[in-house]
């Protein structure tokens, strides 16, 4: 009889169900209209040639991969380049390799292992780079930690020239919040213990005029900030302002993002819109508030962000975040910070980043060596991207669902319904030897013939790459990064009096379309 009493709760087991009706005209929460590059990139600096290979020499994998939001949406890709390691950047012109980890030259007192000094010497090969992606822009990050104004110049110029009409803007120094932190523990530091806004802003002011002067650029071509995801009084966009940033020289300003730490759960930090929630609303909605209020023109951008920070013994977490889990919650957070009125955020690479949507190039990570590949959060990517497709005027709403697991998202274009997004946090293991629990949301309200429902899915929610499909689709290292089929790829189903039911399992999300 023990089968019998094991398989109670089988039959006990109940359909969930779960309704949102779908607002007539676009809710007074939504999102105002948005940029369709919504979706930007960020490649840590180091990594650069990893990414692109050279213009001789493309990596094709990663090429392909970048050129996947362009084909989805048809709009710019903007890529964030640079990071804690681009900031100790040192220019040599006359350097054959693209990147060395020699320090040509170290004053007195330095030592090359400094945190703020990452010993990377540049060359010209490695603005290459700059050529090889087709239909991008480019917020290039200058080096500041390490104080060379006449350096950054140079670099700037020579970057400049590599980019041409693929500029967007010069982003001044990384995380600068973070600048007076690097104590004497970790080395010797640039700034003083008692940097802060004010002393940026002297330096942004003064470093921004030099280079726009030698460069001839006139008007707003700079991203201000770059703070780190602590960032904390008194480093904000308010008391930088006052502080007299120069404001003509502002394009946009910017802010970065990691909302876990490896070893933390899945379920507990990621999967988890409360937390996803509270976490962006402490960090951005005041901020982001102020300048629409006092800077309207200038744009606040999320320049660097990922699913978690950090590694255990520099064993990257790749349960938490390259799973399908972590792709949800890139899709969860992504919607929500376009409703808190963020202009773009840019989703961070690296070569040795288990967050990352790609690992470029094989490397040894964590005492292994693993192959060039996709990663999990590459997923949420693309179906943020099909999610903003092709047509204007676009805005994004959450809905209720009145299910604690189940987060609804509709994406309206020209104040019509267009598309609605179903994501399921809830968080379902293989391992946990249950049925795979699943919610029917019924929609009603909808004013379409019938819905093609596609999946972004995986047989468990921790599922890496090779087991995740977007739309029947995979990406991988072995098709160079084009799409194949895997099949399940997509279903229409018919609406009926406005009303349609769909089905959506734990750990997986959908994109219903409306036609
Ligand atoms: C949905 O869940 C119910 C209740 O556990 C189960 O009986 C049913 O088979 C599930 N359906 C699918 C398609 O997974
Ligand atoms: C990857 O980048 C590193 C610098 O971080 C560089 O030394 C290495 O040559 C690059 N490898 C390839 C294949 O581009
Ligand atoms: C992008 O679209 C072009 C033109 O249709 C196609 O040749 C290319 O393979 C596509 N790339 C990807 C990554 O889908
Ligand atoms: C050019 O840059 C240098 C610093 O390298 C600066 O001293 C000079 O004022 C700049 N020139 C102009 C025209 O801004
Ligand atoms: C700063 O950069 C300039 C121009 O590249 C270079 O000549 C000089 O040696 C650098 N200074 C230091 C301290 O590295
Ligand atoms: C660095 O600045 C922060 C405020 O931004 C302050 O709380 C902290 O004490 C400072 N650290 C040092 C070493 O002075
Ligand atoms: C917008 O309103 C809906 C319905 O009241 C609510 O469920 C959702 O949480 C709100 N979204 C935001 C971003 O405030």
Redesign the pocket.
């Known amino acids: 009889m023990k089968a019998l009493e094991l398989a109670v709760p ?1 039959l006990l ?4 169900g779960a309704t949102i009706e779908i607002p007539r005209s676009v809710p007074n929460n939504a999102s105002e209209i948005l940029d369709r590059s919504y979706l930007g990139l960020a490649i840590e600096g180091r990594d650069f040639t990893n990414y692109t290979g050279s213009s001789s020499a493309p990596n094709r994998f990663s090429v392909n991969m970048f050129s996947t939001f362009f084909n989805i949406t048809g709009a710019t890709t903007y890529i964030r380049l640079g990071g804690t390691t681009t900031d100790n950047f040192y220019y040599d012109p006359n350097q054959a390799e693209a990147i060395t980890t020699v320090q040509p030259e170290l004053a007195n007192n330095e030592r090359s292992e400094r945190r703020l000094h990452a010993p990377f010497t540049i060359g010209k090969a490695w603005l290459d780079g700059l050529r090889v992606l087709p239909n991008v822009k480019w917020d290039f990050q200058i080096p500041l930690a390490r104080a060379n104004l006449s350096n950054a110049v140079l670099f700037c110029r020579d970057s400049l020239a590599a980019m041409g009409d693929a500029f967007n803007s010069f982003e001044f120094g990384n995380e600068p919040d973070l600048y007076n932190a690097t104590g004497p523990a970790e080395g010797v530091n640039d700034r003083p213990d008692s940097y802060g806004p004010k002393d940026y802003v002297q330096e942004y002011n003064e470093w921004t005029a030099a280079i726009a002067g030698n460069l001839s650029l006139s008007g707003p071509q700079f991203q201000a900030l770059a703070l780190s995801n602590f960032a904390a009084d008194p480093w904000s966009e308010e008391t930088a302002f006052n502080a007299g940033l120069a404001k003509e020289k502002t394009k946009t300003v910017s802010e970065h993002y990691y909302q876990s730490r490896s070893g933390r759960s899945l379920q507990g930090t990621l999967m988890n819109h409360r937390e996803t929630v509270t976490q962006s609303d402490r960090r951005f909605k005041d901020r982001i508030q102020y300048m629409k209020r006092a800077h309207p023109d200038i744009p606040f951008v999320i320049g660097e962000a990922a699913a978690s920070l950090g590694n255990n013994s520099g064993i990257p977490d790749y349960d938490l975040a390259a799973s399908l889990g972590t792709a949800l919650w890139t899709i969860d957070w992504i919607l929500y910070t376009m409703t808190l009125g963020a202009k773009r955020v840019n989703m961070q690479l690296g070569t040795r980043f288990a967050f990352s949507p790609w690992q470029p190039i094989e490397a040894t990570i964590g005492g292994r060596l693993r192959p060039a590949q996709t990663l999990g959060s590459f997923y949420g990517n693309v179906f943020v991207a099909e999610l903003i497709g092709r047509e204007k005027d676009l805005q994004v709403a959450e809905f209720g669902s009145g299910d604690q697991d189940v987060v609804g998202y509709g994406a309206y274009n020209s104040g019509v319904l267009s598309k609605v997004a179903l994501v399921d946090l809830q968080l379902w293991r293989r391992s946990f030897m249950t ?4 919610v029917t949301v019924t929609l009603t309200g909808l004013d379409a013939q019938r819905v093609r429902v596609e999946k972004l899915t995986g047989p468990d929610g921790g599922a890496q790459a090779e087991e995740i499909s977007w739309a029947g689709k995979q990406w991988t290292a072995q098709s160079e990064g084009l799409p194949v089929v895997v099949g399940g790829g997509s279903e229409s189903v018919e609406v009926r009096g406005g009303s349609v039911d769909v ?1 959506i ?1 734990a750990s997986e999300a959908l994109l219903l379309s409306l036609l």
């Open positions: 089988l087991a109940k359909s969930r049925p795979r629990p699943n089905l399992q």
